[in-house]
T-cell receptor, first 111, second 114 residues
Framework: ELKVEQNPLFLSMQEGKNYTIYCNYS?????LYWYRQDPGKSLESLFV?????AVKQEGRLMASLDTKARLSTLHITAAVHDLSATYFC???????????FGKGTRLHILP | DAGVTQSPTHLIKTRGQQVTLRCSPK?????VSWYQQALGQGPQFIFQ???????QRGNFPDRFSGHQFPNYSSELNVNALLLGDSALYLC?????????????FGEGSWLTVV
């Protein structure tokens, strides 16, 4: 059974600092997603990572994928308050036709 | 180009009642998946519809059922509502044969069972 684990689950950090969220998954996957969710809102797609060594960056966020280690990271550079949200990692195996989500990381950035 | 649209956005039901949630996929998409997100949790896969048939199902009881129409839109039905069914219900659409780079989620339907 495919399982996805994120850590940390809660993170409080100050503006200007760097930090990394980790996502481990239990079996081989075809696609890995990162989503952002603001309170009371739906999911906003951030990144889709398809292959080993894939790295994508958007603003202060950078995601990477190591399929051999079954690990993805979401790195936050020089955090700003607007990045406060819950971040989900999700893994898809095409043959299963479904996405399995991690429990999410609640990120709170102090101004 | 409209994305994934869901209705209603919010609703309140009483225990034991039945509810129907609706989803229209993004233009060009033919596959619809439904997820339940309880407060403070990650979304949980309910089921997926393709070619009007349920193709994959998560660990949800038979009280949860669905349907897909020829125009690819979909409904999620929940019977005999329990307090624990209170959640955000998300619809996601995707296209077969696509690169699969992005699965699109709707804004969700907030269900409160009282």
């Amino acid at each position: 059974e495919l399982k996805v684990e994120q850590n940390p689950l809660f993170l409080s950090m100050q503006e200007g600092k760097n930090y990394t969220i980790y996502c481990n998954y239990s079996t081989t996957s075809d696609r890995l997603y990162w989503y952002r969710q603001d309170p009371g809102k739906s999911l906003e797609s951030l990144f889709v990572l398809l292959s080993n060594g894939a790295v994508k960056q958007e603003g202060r966020l950078m995601a990477s994928l190591d399929t051999k280690a079954r690990l993805s990271t979401l790195h936050i550079t020089a955090a700003v308050h607007d990045l406060s949200a819950t971040y989900f990692c999700a893994v898809e195996r095409v043959r299963d036709d479904k996405i399995i989500f991690g429990k999410g990381t609640r990120l709170h950035i102090l101004p | 180009d409209a994305g994934v649209t869901q209705s209603p956005t919010h609703l309140i039901k009483t225990r034991g009642q039945q509810v129907t949630l609706r989803c229209s996929p993004k233009s060009g998409h033919d596959t619809v998946s439904w997820y339940q997100q309880a407060l403070g949790q990650g979304p949980q896969f309910i089921f997926q519809y393709y070619e009007e048939e349920e193709r994959q199902r998560g660990n949800f009881p038979d009280r949860f059922s669905g349907h897909q129409f020829p125009n690819y839109s979909s409904e999620l039905n929940v019977n005999a509502l329990l307090l624990g069914d209170s959640a955000l219900y998300l619809c996601a659409s995707s296209g077969t044969g696509s690169s699969g780079n992005t699965i699109y989620f709707g804004e969700g339907s907030w269900l409160t069972v009282v």
